[in-house]
């Protein structure tokens, strides 16, 4: 039998967010086909790595928290349906400068943030002084006059693993996944939606496009403002790696200074890792003008001996100085550094869930959670006002839109 091109919702982008919402819709009886471009999980997006941070108390806002909290509780459920790993409670270190003048996320006192955050949530956390941290994680050379925020129940998720297993469990419930298949266009049509690919046409009541930096692609200049970003992982070899095991050391974010280039962030090696070697990442502004941008393709020796010499060096003891892999990620970001997610403008049909803004995975789950909702109830669903799409309108075009192909 020939597959349906028919469904009640039609997703677009099989990511970290589209792969929640696909579940969940198949989770709660919805019709529903979801399209990628690729084959999910892939590492041409935004949602690969191996590990992702997740935390709690979210300095970002209070809006995230429940997202957080949510998404820890979905990711134990999934483990108990598939028998997967998804979620490593090692703990989550953030340190900042005792002044609170790091910015993060376009936050400025992150850990002061995360701790109140924390507090006003109830979730389990420590404020540790400097001398705590470095007893504890003498993998860390702190300067002695930092203040940091550790929350024990945080530490990492591993992002293939989630994305595949909600996969999974959605063809089981019923959905379809379509994969390698490239989305031309989406069009409202007689009180429906048709999204064209390069292959057919599928007809649905409501589309998700949760396409991450090819969404603008899609949508046109509505989501102009958000920037494509490309960022850089890398992994360093330790000499010793139990001192870098998830029950010696946590996934951390550390802020060492006044502006937005100055913090990078990093993991334990995670149990069974195929690249014994600890991962470190930081957060740039540096802008690609489409997803295939060739500055994604850049020199990657050259990026990890600057994030060796201007990150690690000094600050993280015992890593060898040449990384034994790199690989390249794309970050897309709103102007204001919140999610966007809602329906577009008056129209009722399309739901965008793009862009996480380099804090999304964390919360991703319980996004594809929102999402169902938003099917179901319309206006009525609990979407926060900080993620509205219609809000990108007071902001300029961004440098990186050129209405690239999706």
């Known amino acids: 039998m020939k597959p349906s091109t028919r469904a009640e919702v039609i997703v677009i982008g099989l990511g970290a967010v589209g792969s929640a919402a696909l579940y969940q819709l198949a989770k709660h009886g919805v019709e529903a086909i979801g399209i990628d471009r690729f084959s999910p999980p892939h590492a041409l997006g935004s949602s690969h790595g191996k590990t992702r941070m997740t935390r709690q108390g979210i300095g970002e806002g209070d809006a995230y928290v429940p997202l957080a909290i949510r998404s820890h509780e979905i990711w134990r459920e999934l483990e108990a349906e598939t028998g997967e790993d998804l979620l490593l409670a090692c703990g989550a270190l953030i340190v900042g400068p005792a002044d609170g003048g790091a910015l993060l996320h376009g936050k400025a006192d992150f850990v002061g943030r995360s701790i109140a955050a924390a507090q ?12 705590d941290v470095a007893r504890r994680f003498p993998q860390l050379g702190l300067r002695g006059d930092e203040r940091t925020y550790f929350e024990p129940g945080g530490g990492l998720v591993y992002p293939e693993r989630c994305i595949a297993a909600q996969l999974r469990r959605a063809e089981r419930l019923g959905a379809r996944v379509v994969r390698d298949q490239q989305v031309r266009r989406i069009d409202e049509v007689g009180g429906g939606v048709t999204v064209s690919t390069t292959a057919t046409a599928y007809q649905g009541a409501t589309v998700i496009v949760a396409a991450g930096a090819w969404a603008p692609g899609l949508v046109g200049a509505q989501l102009g403002p958000l920037a ?26 550390w802020s060492y200074g006044p502006g937005p280039d100055d913090s990078f962030y990093g993991f334990p090696i995670a149990p069974g890792a195929a690249t014994a070697a600890v991962k470190v990442a930081t957060e740039t502004t540096e802008e690609a003008s ?24 000094g600050r993280l003891e015992g ?75 007071g902001f300029r075009l961004h440098a990186s839109f050129h209405s690239a192909e999706p």
């Open 120 to 131: 006003r949530f109830g979730v389990p956390h420590e404020a540790l002084a400097s001398d």
């Open 228 to 253: 494509l970003q490309p960022q850089w992982l890398h992994w360093f070899a330790p000499l010793d790696p139990p001192a870098y095991a998830p029950h010696r050391f946590p996934a951390f974010i």
């Open 290 to 313: 489409s997803p295939e941008d060739p500055r994604r393709g850049a020199d990657s020796a050259t990026a990890a001996a600057t994030m060796f010499s201007r990150h690690v060096q």
């Open 319 to 393: 890593l060898s100085p040449r990384a034994v892999r790199s690989a390249a990620c794309l970050y897309t970001t709103a102007p204001d550094a919140d999610f966007v997610i809602g329906p577009l403008c008056e129209s009722r049909r399309v739901l965008i869930a793009s862009a996480c803004s380099g804090h999304g995975f964390k919360h991703s789950a319980a996004v594809g959670e929102l999402l169902y909702e938003a099917v179901r109830l319309g206006d009525k669903a609990p979407i926060d006002a900080a993620f509205d799409p219609n809000r990108l309108a």
